[in-house]
């Protein structure tokens, strides 16, 4: 079993075991001490490998290992962090995997797993809350049993379990209070959302309903606008990041898009005050402006302002800033929102491929015109 060991500055140990494939055994004699675990290579990791580990208190898992044994941190009693890298081939999570692993307070199941074990995360006292992801397609005995913090639990939309694929008394002895579902699941397992459920060996649960998210309206601006920035009054397509900055903030870049919108909001000048806006602007229905002492929705002042009106949409290329946090930008008198940093649009502007950016703009214009939330979600997650 190769391992090395080495020793950060703050003093802490860590121990790679590094492997060709093949089930990682006798994990804990190989810590020889150490706090950190990293784990590469492995295709996974054998039962009771890492079984009474009390000085581990972080176990990172790589991408390669496709399942975790019964028992395999059985009693690590000082573990707190278990990390799995996107991309992980893991598929199954075994019985009792994580059983009394006192001190684990979180852990992120990648969309990979198929299978939860029999008290797989039992007597876990720190585990406050967990996300099961879709593809998850049996949950076994007792597998959150006496887990005395959990308070709530997720489901990921797309998800296929039924009743059957719930073994009984999962949640017996815990603190589970809520569970987040999307309908379809709520419809498969009859569960109520207006009445209180007794689910998996637990009563007194509420069943809250999730709605997937829409795809996002665009807020934008068109070519010609002009952004106040700490180095004059800049036409909003001619903002040059290595250059520019607003407020002192740099700008991380300048997105473009075309929304499938037939009208934008126009601001005549004077419209709100005077002199604001100082000369007619136009932006996106859904862009942010600050308006009687609040950021509102250009769509939203159309109706409270006698020359704020809607006006056919062209199709030309509409522009928006982006800086390190969502701020907001001074155009034409105009206290306006930046792009946030989270959106769909932010993300794809920071892609450095090309190819890769172009393609990645084609498949949300493709989704917007759709409305195909599940794609949607698979693109941003892809971001």
Aim: glycine fraction near 8%.
């Amino acid at each position: 079993m190769p391992v090395t060991w080495s020793t950060t500055e703050d003093g802490v140990k860590i121990a790679t075991f590094t492997g060709t494939g093949g089930l990682l055994k006798e994990g804990t004699p190989g810590l020889d001490g150490a706090t950190v675990a990293i784990i590469v290579g492995y295709s996974g990791i054998d039962s009771w490998a890492f079984y009474n580990a009390g000085s581990l208190t972080s176990v990172t898992i790589g991408e390669s290992v496709t399942s975790i044994g019964v028992g395999a941190f059985w009693y690590a009693t000082s573990l707190t962090s278990i990390i799995i890298p996107e991309g992980s081939k893991l598929t199954s999570i075994g019985d009792a995997a994580f059983s009394r692993t006192h001190k684990l307070t979180s852990i992120t199941i990648p969309a990979s797993v198929t299978s939860i074990g029999d008290g797989a995360f039992s007597r876990t006292y720190e585990l406050t809350s967990i996300t099961i992801p879709a593809s998850v397609t049996s949950i076994g005995e007792a597998a959150f049993y006496r887990a005395y913090k959990l308070t709530s639990l997720t489901f990921e939309e797309g998800s296929q379990l039924t009743n059957q694929d719930l073994n009984t008394n999962i949640f017996l002895n815990s603190s589970l209070t809520t569970i987040y579902a999307y309908q379809s699941l709520i419809d498969n397992m009859g569960w109520s959302t207006t009445d209180i459920n007794t689910i998996s060996g637990k009563s007194g649960i509420t069943v809250e309903l999730l709605s997937p998210p829409a795809p996002p309206a665009p807020i934008c601006f068109p070519a010609g606008t002009p952004v106040t920035t700490d180095q004059g009054i800049i036409p909003i397509e001619r903002l040059n990041p290595d250059k520019h900055t607003i407020r002192g903030k740099e700008i991380v870049a300048i997105t473009q898009t075309r929304p499938l919108q037939k009208h934008i909001v126009c601001f005549e000048k004077d419209s709100l005050s005077k002199n604001v806006p100082s000369q007619e602007t136009r932006c996106s229905k859904e862009h942010k402006v600050f308006y009687k002492c609040e950021m509102m929705k250009a769509r939203d002042i159309v109706e409270l302002c006698e020359n704020v009106s809607f006006v056919p949409y062209n199709g030309e290329t509409l522009y928006n800033v982006l800086l390190k946090k969502q701020d907001k930008m001074m155009i034409n008198n105009l206290i306006c929102e930046t792009l946030h940093p989270e959106s769909i649009m932010a993300k794809i502007s920071t892609i450095k491929d090309g190819q890769k950016k172009s393609k990645a703009i084609q498949e949300l214009t493709k989704i917007l015109k759709d409305n195909n939330i599940p794609a949607f979600k698979k693109l941003y997650a892809s971001l």
